[in-house]
């Protein structure tokens, strides 16, 4: 049995209607939850209105008519010059913050919170507005525990397999950093640096018989592996050395610049590898330039 149908309607209040904010509101509607908002422009708000959502002209009475507030704002500076300003509408609220943040604004914003009397939970989304309310939508929450079991059935509306990373608040946020920030964007501004290229030289990826189904094997295997060695801390290998793939990367770059390209994210990748090489890893295995990369003490 799914377990949403044996939950009582909660009235929420989401401020912040943009694009996740919509399509967060359209979740929780269609679970049965009553729904009040704001967002600084009305007419963003018209497609939740005209499912049944309430809207309010200011955040003052959109917070006083719900028993949880969903925080989808642009930004913290924006939450905090509400929360400045609602804070006596915050006692006995569980307030639910998924703006994109840092750890040190999400600690003021839940410091902010308790001390108005409210209990706080920070989420971080990993997923495009179009996975949310299926069982792809990953967000990583964390903060209080009380407000978690309370408020645990209307997050999995919007992120089914959700559950809570730590109690610390401010840990969805270096998650989020880490994986969406670091990882994510990183990635992704690679590929596009590599189909630039390709395109630069009259290739695609059907000329070229790329196939991504293959790579996307070989590197979700080779990112468990490079998780498995940082975790033990051991990169002792009989495959390619750090060494080798240094060079190599080395010879790959000056193909892309050689054809006009500045090649930064490989650029960055090399000035890396050639730290952990000077630092004494060149024998170990590529995932030891995690060493060069670690927080120093």
Request: proline share 1%; glycine share 8%; aromatic share 6%.
């Amino acid at each position: 049995m799914d377990d949403r149908s044996t939950e009582k309607m909660t009235r929420l209040t989401l401020l912040g209607t943009g694009l996740m904010g919509t399509v967060v509101g359209q979740s929780l509607l269609a679970a049965g939850h009553e729904l009040h908002i704001w967002n600084r422009t009305k007419e963003r708000a018209a497609s939740l209105q005209d499912n049944g959502a309430i809207f309010h002209n200011t955040p003052d009475d959109a917070i006083g008519h719900g028993d949880v507030v969903i925080l989808l704002l642009l930004n913290h500076e924006i939450a905090k010059t509400i929360l400045r300003t609602v804070a006596d509408r915050l006692r006995g609220k569980d307030v639910l913050d998924l703006i994109t943040s840092t750890p040190r604004q999400v600690e003021d914003v839940a410091t902010r919170t308790r001390l108005a009397g409210g209990s706080y939970l920070a989420g971080a989304i990993q997923s495009f507005p179009d996975d949310i309310g299926t069982k792809d939508a990953l967000i990583y929450f964390s903060g209080d525990e009380a407000t978690w079991q309370r408020q645990q059935h209307v997050l999995r509306v919007i992120a089914p397999t959700a559950n809570l990373l730590s109690t610390q608040a401010e840990a969805a946020a270096k998650v989020d950093a880490a994986l969406s920030g670091a990882f994510g964007t990183t990635a992704m501004g690679a590929w596009l640096e590599a189909l630039s290229f390709l395109a630069d030289e009259g290739f695609t990826l059907k000329s070229t018989g790329f196939r991504i189904e293959q790579w996307e094997r070989q590197f979700a295997a080779e990112m468990a592996l490079a998780a498995n060695e940082v975790a033990r801390d051991d990169f002792a290998t009989d495959q390619a050395t750090l060494a080798v793939n240094a060079a190599a990367v080395a010879s790959w770059r000056q193909t892309l610049v050689a054809g006009g390209h500045r090649a930064d994210i490989m650029t960055a990748a090399l000035r890396t590898l050639e730290r952990a090489v000077d630092a004494g890893h060149g024998g170990d295995s590529w995932a030891a330039q995690a060493r060069v990369l670690r927080r120093r003490d």
